[in-house]
């Protein structure tokens, strides 16, 4: 019954077999003729090796590709000089209609906009309290992590925040005095509308970071129509926009203070973080295009990107997938690959470093972190065992074709690894 079963998955997988036969012929070819995009380009020519990304959008693999909209929005806004704080008042007005929200700002980064709403928040735009930031002395600069700790919190500290962690709603009330600057958390809608009923009467803005929050585009209003304070995303990951930027969205007397800390202000302790003409014409560029996109159709493209991937693995007998859609941010349709470990000798580390070494060389999300810093402790301290190790394909951040590169590769590393 057994080989009956793969007999019947090979079958299926037949048609994606010769695709794969024929592309890799074509390959030879074009790499031969000098033709290969990973052959000859601007990073190979200084000695690095460009690779196929499917593991998602991080940012030590560089983000997210940029949008064909956003791209020729940099290259255009290139070509001119402009005045950066009129500039962001510009782009601010127009983010506020495309969102719902009292006004917007673009930053360097969901990590700079943590940083320019703490500052704002602490030193509002009083110019003596922005010169004397990251010293808190005499102000508000105490900020409630609820929710637990985040790898990216020292953006909230080096503005001068002192940190509150909080596990649970129930200790919201009692971690909210007199020197509360800010609320900060990743929570979402139920829990996140219970947490803004104790602050909102507390008169403490709470920062929503919702970094991997685009897609869907409807994000972008949602916090707005619940009355959060600020919020933001990345623009670099699901929106597509250029990797150096951000969102900041909220109260408007909250982004005129963030912006008042923020570059191009001299003096000012985010002017560290700047954000230039290109990144925020791109970013808004970005969040335009969205406006127009079909998800949905999107979504099929993505699914059926990770479908080929898993009819081609599955042709090794003891190879399973499973797609699924993970809750929260980065919402996906997400392959998982699997086989037994330990009757093959061959873990799945051992297949991602296969894959690594391979050309052209890919990337798939596994368990590991490779761009956090060893002592980073987020959450909790007894936040309880690591998730199993597991392979998974991200389609989003794939190029067309690339989908079978990774399934050739997947068959060739695991049908090797079972025979061994």
Excluded at 301 to 323: C, D, F, L, N
Aim: charged residues 25%.
């Amino acid at each position: 019954m057994t080989d009956r079963r793969h007999f019947m998955k090979y079958v299926s997988a037949l048609p994606l077999l010769g695709t794969i036969w024929f592309d890799g012929f074509r390959s030879k070819a074009f790499a031969a003729a000098g033709k290969s995009s990973f052959g000859n380009n601007c990073y190979t020519r200084i000695g690095l090796r460009p690779l196929i990304n499917a593991r998602g959008t991080w940012t030590y693999l560089s983000g997210s590709l940029e949008l064909p909209e956003v791209r020729s929005t940099v290259d255009e806004a290139a070509n001119y000089f402009v005045d950066m704080y009129e500039l962001q008042q510009a782009v601010g007005k127009r983010l506020a209609e495309l969102s719902g929200a009292e006004f917007g700002m673009v930053t360097s980064g969901a990590a700079g906009a943590m940083a320019a709403a703490t500052a704002a928040c602490i030193a509002g735009a009083d110019p003596a309290r922005v010169w004397q930031l990251p010293d808190t002395t005499g102000l508000k600069h105490e900020v409630v992590m609820l929710g637990g700790r985040s790898a990216f919190d020292n953006a909230i500290r080096l503005a001068g925040g002192k940190l509150v962690v909080i596990r649970s709603l129930e200790e919201l009330p009692g971690a909210i005095n007199s020197k509360t600057a800010m609320v900060y958390t990743t929570w979402g809608e139920e829990r996140l509308e219970k947490a803004l009923k104790i602050t909102k009467p507390a008169g403490v803005p709470v920062l929503v970071d919702k970094a991997a929050g685009i897609p869907p585009i409807e994000n972008l209003s949602l916090f707005a129509r619940m009355g959060v304070d600020l919020y933001t995303f990345s623009g670099g990951k699901g929106l597509r926009g250029p990797q150096c930027s951000g969102l900041l969205l909220g109260r408007k007397d909250l982004i005129q203070a963030a912006l008042a800390n923020y570059s191009p202000w001299e003096g000012a302790v985010c002017r560290p973080m700047k954000v230039g003409k290109e990144e925020i014409m791109g970013c808004l560029a970005a969040v335009e295009a969205w406006k127009k996109i079909d998800l949905s159709q999107m979504d099929k493209e993505w699914e059926q990107r990770v479908q080929r991937i898993a009819k081609v693995a599955e042709t090794v007998p003891g190879v399973s997938t499973e797609i699924q859609i993970p809750q929260g941010g980065n919402r996906y349709p997400t392959l998982t690959v699997a086989w037994d470990v330990q009757k093959w000798g061959f873990s799945v580390q051992d297949c991602a470093i296969q894959l690594r070494e391979g050309e052209p060389r890919i990337e798939v999300l596994t368990a590991d972190n490779p761009s956090l810093v060893p002592a980073v402790r987020e959450g909790y301290p007894n936040k309880g065992p690591q998730r199993a190790d597991r392979l998974q394909i991200i389609p989003s951040t794939l190029k067309p074709g690339e989908d079978l590169i990774i399934g050739k590769r997947l068959r060739e590393i695991l049908g090797a690894a079972r025979k061994a």
